[in-house]
Structures are given as structure tokens and as C-alpha cells.
């Protein structure tokens, strides 16, 4: 699947964007945000009366006020994580991970995850920031669907559990509907091999239209899958044709319509706002195009300009893309758009329809976060399979190696492939705490030994200027986001970001 460019699992762009009025006669702004350090604005609204806060339990799409997007509209961490991946190193050893997800999935009730990377796309988006690969034959699936099974298989011979409880399964990319049908149904029988499957499992899959045949649904809705996220991008021809990702009307509708008459109960669409030649009238015209398909949850994702980055942007210059200004603007449509088809806000400009599984989770505070995104159940280890996958336990994160033909060669030689990680401090785990708390919509008490915390006074006082804006609740006893806050989660995790104050402080 698509993603824009340093938009995707815990990667943090350094830079902060921050939109302001042009001068008459002035400069364009910059749009490549290179890195910059990241310092917390200034707090001069003492003489200044508070925003107007909605009330924390309010799932309406808030229109947030143009001085608002001024002062914390930043581009920065996805929260995916905590400590982000920018801050990981050494990668655990395989003993100590596997001692990890055993130890998180010892008690009764336990639940795993498991994260498929399947890195193949059939043509490049230029504006994509995801580990893939240009595969335009398929010869190349059936070696990676055996190094997949054989790294499960690693997991599987030295994890305690006999039957994996299994409460999550997501097949990302890349392009997992890239593989070919026959491969696909091995990869998932496989996979599904003395597992116990939760009643309420989540089972997604990240889909190009090009590419998902209505047998391929088929197969993965006869394995549990009941939620599908489409990559869109936009229907202007003028913006895909730039972009290298031409795809029809018709084909994203097909994919929708064949999903859902096959049972799948959540189809969720990605929308990139700020691409090359986007207008206020093209994509307005776009969004009423997805719109009519009444999609369940809709990605509204900003695209990030890093050609030093991704030389792939260098397909197109500045001069093509929207400016500061316009960017804002198509936001703020996009938002309008979204409020008026009867959306809520999730955060992390994801919006579902009041009924969806993500929606109702959020609404009762269940709501969690992962590699994957948010998603409405939680799940006690994660593990990552596939070229560049990350798993995730309460005290270990571990990425694979990034690099294909490393990671193939290290599973076939009987390792588990990992490249990176990090082990959680003390003051980590309660960082991450807080920050899970109020993306998933739940109060988070202030316990003493957080009060006590040696940087807890700095970043209460950064989260009272937040509560001054109404982006947060704060009392003695706890903290929460409101529903205009879930417009500004990127800066309100900046503001708990222990790892990035004490990195622009060094």
C-alpha cells in the first residue's frame, strides 16, 4: 500500500510546518521541510483568554480555528510507537524476544498480532514512502511467501504457546494484493495453522484497486477478513498521471462494491491530501466522488515532501506542488467534507463512520494504537514477518531487516531476521502509558511516581498551554484530549516526547 512519504510507522519528520500568511511580493514558503530542530513555541498567552474546549467525550469532527492550525499545526511523529523508531538501536537478541512475547502472552486471555509486510507494488508512486519493491512479474512471490512461512515458522518452533491466541492480523506493503491468488491462500493457510482465533479478531488487508481481483477478496474473506483499506489517493487524472499511479474510477468502486458483497464489513479508503497539482476544485471534486462509495473510515493523509528522502519525488518539483496556504485550505476542505457525510474524528486525520468498529471503540475509550494504526481492539504482542516488519511487546520493539535479500538470507539460515529495536526505560514504559491513554480516548491518571518523575513538571506545564487551547484537559488527577485536541494528536505527543525534548536539547 501507498503511504506518503514519511507519514508512515513511527517515522518522525524533524521539521515542523508551520503555515503563515505570504507578504505581498514575498518569497514562496519552503516545502521540503528539511530538518530543523523542533522547539516548543513559546507560551505568551498569559493576558490571553482560553479557546472554547469541546467537551472530551464529543466525537464530532471539530473544525479547528485558523490560529490553532498556526501555533500547533506541525508535522512530526505518527505515534505509532513510543520511543519512535528514529530513537531505536540494537536490535534484542532472538532469546530475549521471544522471552518477550512469551512473557506478554503468559496470562489467561492473552492476545497476539501478527503484521505481514509484503513489499512488492506492480509500478512506483511517486510520492509512496513505504519499504517496496517494482515486481512487475510475479515470479518473484513464491520465494517470498516461503521465506515468510519459514521465519513463522522460527517464532512458532520456540514460542511457549502451542496454539498462537490470535486477535490481529494485518497483511500491509507495499502491495499485499499484489500476490498472486495461489500464493496468497498458502501464505494465509499457513498463518492460520494451530492458531485460536478471537471472537472479536481483526483481520485487515491494505489493497491496490489495480490489482484486487474479486477471487483474491474471496479468498481473504473465507480466511477472516472482514476489513479492507483501498488506496485511493485522489481521482483527478492530471494528479495520478504525476504521481505514476493511474487508476480509474471504476476500478477503486469494483474493488469496494465486489468487498462488500462479499461480507467485508469495514472499507476503509486513503485519500492523500497536498499531492502535485492538487486544487481546491480538483479535490473537492474527488472527495464527492468517495463520498458517494460511503466508504466505512477514510485516511485523509498528508503528503510530506522529502525528496532527500525519497529521490522519487524528484519526479516533479516545488513549483508542481500546493503551497502553504493551499495545503491548508485542502485540509481544511477535507475535514468540512468529512463532517458534513457525518464522519467522527479518530485522530491522526483518520475519520469513520459513527458505526464503524473504530468509531465505537473510541467513543467507549478501547481504542489502541500500533504499527498498523489505530484499531479497535488491543493485543499483548505483535509480531512482525516480512522484510522491514516491526513487533512490538510491552517492554521490546524489534524491526526486521530492511533489506530484502539480508532478510532472506538470514531466515533461511535459521535466524530470526531482526536489524533494530530498543528495550523500554522505566521513564519509556511511562511515557508510553500516558501517550496510549489519550490516543485511545481514556483519561490517564496522574499517579505519584509520574508526578515525581524529574521532567514531569516541564511537560505539565507544556500540557496546561495545551489546555489553554482547549486541545486537553488537565487536572490534579488526570489527563485527557477533547475532540478538538484529536485535530493536534501529532502535537500533543511532541509535548510527552521525553526522547525528542532531550534530543533538540543535545
Known amino acids: 500500500m501507498a503511504a506518503p512519504a514519511a507519514a508512515g510507522s513511527g517515522r518522525a519528520a524533524e521539521g515542523v510546518l508551520r503555515p503563515r500568511a505570504r507578504a505581498a511580493g ?4 519552503r516545502l521540503d521541510l528539511r530538518p530543523r530542530p523542533w522547539r516548543a513555541a513559546a507560551d505568551a498567552r498569559g493576558q490571553r483568554a482560553p479557546l472554547r474546549d469541546p467537551a472530551a467525550g464529543d466525537l464530532r469532527v471539530i473544525q479547528p480555528p485558523r490560529e490553532l492550525l498556526d501555533r500547533h499545526g506541525v508535522v512530526g511523529p505518527r505515534y505509532t510507537s513510543y520511543p519512535t523508531a528514529p530513537f531505536w538501536g540494537t536490535p534484542p537478541s532472538a532469546g530475549d524476544w521471544i522471552s518477550a512475547i512469551d512473557a506478554a502472552l503468559a496470562p489467561d486471555g492473552a492476545r497476539a498480532g501478527v503484521y505481514v509486510h509484503i513489499p512488492f507494488c506492480q509500478s512506483l508512486c511517486t510520492f509512496c514512502g513505504c519499504n517496496m519493491r517494482v515486481a512487475r512479474s510475479h515470479s518473484l512471490a513464491a520465494p517470498y511467501v516461503d521465506k515468510v512461512v519459514r521465519e513463522y515458522g522460527l517464532y512458532r518452533e520456540r514460542l511457549s504457546a502451542k496454539r498462537l491466541p490470535l486477535a490481529r492480523l494485518h497483511l500491509g506493503g507495499g502491495t499485499p494484493t499484489w500476490l498472486p491468488e495461489d500464493e496468497l491462500d498458502r501464505l494465509l493457510d499457513r498463518l492460520l495453522t494451530d492458531v485460536v482465533v478471537a471472537a472479536d479478531a481483526d483481520f485487515a488487508v491494505e489493497a491496490d484497486p489495480r490489482n484486487t481481483t474479486r477471487a483474491k477478496l474471496a479468498i481473504l474473506q473465507r480466511h477472516g477478513f472482514r476489513h479492507i483499506v483501498v488506496g485511493v489517493q485522489d481521482f483527478d487524472a492530471r494528479v495520478l498521471g504525476i504521481v505514476n499511479r493511474e487508476q480509474s474510477e471504476a476500478q477503486v468502486r469494483q474493488a469496494i462494491d465486489d468487498a462488500r458483497e462479499l461480507g467485508f464489513t469495514s472499507i476503509g479508503v486513503d485519500f492523500i491530501c497536498g499531492l502535485p497539482l492538487q486544487t481546491l476544485e480538483s479535490v473537492r471534486a474527488s472527495l464527492a466522488t468517495l463520498l458517494r462509495m460511503k466508504p466505512d473510515r477514510v485516511n485523509y493523509l498528508p503528503y510530506v515532501h522529502v525528496p532527500w528522502i525519497k529521490p522519487s ?5 516545488e513549483a ?3 503551497d502553504t496556504t493551499l495545503r491548508r485550505e485542502l485540509y481544511l476542505l477535507g475535514r468540512e467534507k468529512l463532517a458534513a457525510a457525518g464522519y467522527v474524528e479518530i485522530g491522526f486525520d483518520q475519520f469513520a463512520l459513527p458505526d464503524d468498529p473504530l468509531a465505537r471503540s473510541l467513543d467507549a475509550g478501547r481504542l489502541t ?5 489505530f484499531a479497535p481492539t488491543p493485543v499483548d504482542a505483535l509480531i512482525g514477518l516480512g522484510v522491514s516488519a516491526i513487533g512490538d511487546t510491552p517492554g521490546i520493539y524489534a524491526q526486521n531487516e530492511k533489506n530484502l535479500q539480508r532478510y532472506e538470507t538470514r531466515v533461511m539460515a535459521g535466524e530470526l531476521p531482526l536489524q533494530r529495536g530498543h528495550v523500554l ?8 502509558s500516558l501517550l496510549s491513554d489519550l490516543l485511545g480516548n481514556r483519561a490517564t491518571p496522574l499517579s505519584a511516581s509520574l508526578r515525581q518523575a524529574p521532567w514531569w513538571p516541564k511537560m505539565r506545564q507544556e500540557l496546561e498551554n495545551l489546555a489553554r487551547d482547549g486541545l486537553v484537559q488537565v487536572s490534579d488527577e488526570q489527563v485527557r484530549v477533547t ?7 501529532t502535537r500533543i505527543g511532541m ?3 521525553l526522547r525528542l525534548r532531550e534530543s533538540v536539547a543535545a
Do not use: E, H, K, N
Open 26 to 29: 514575498s518569497r514562496p514558503p
Open 320 to 322: 508542481d506542488l500546493p
Open 425 to 432: 526505560s522505566a521513564d519509556d514504559r511511562a511515557i508510553r
Open 313 to 317: 519525488q524528484r519526479q516533479y518539483t
Open 369 to 373: 494504537r500500533s504499527f498498523m494504526g
Open 495 to 497: 509535548t510527552l516526547d
Open 483 to 489: 475532540a478538538q485536541g484529536r485535530a493536534f494528536l
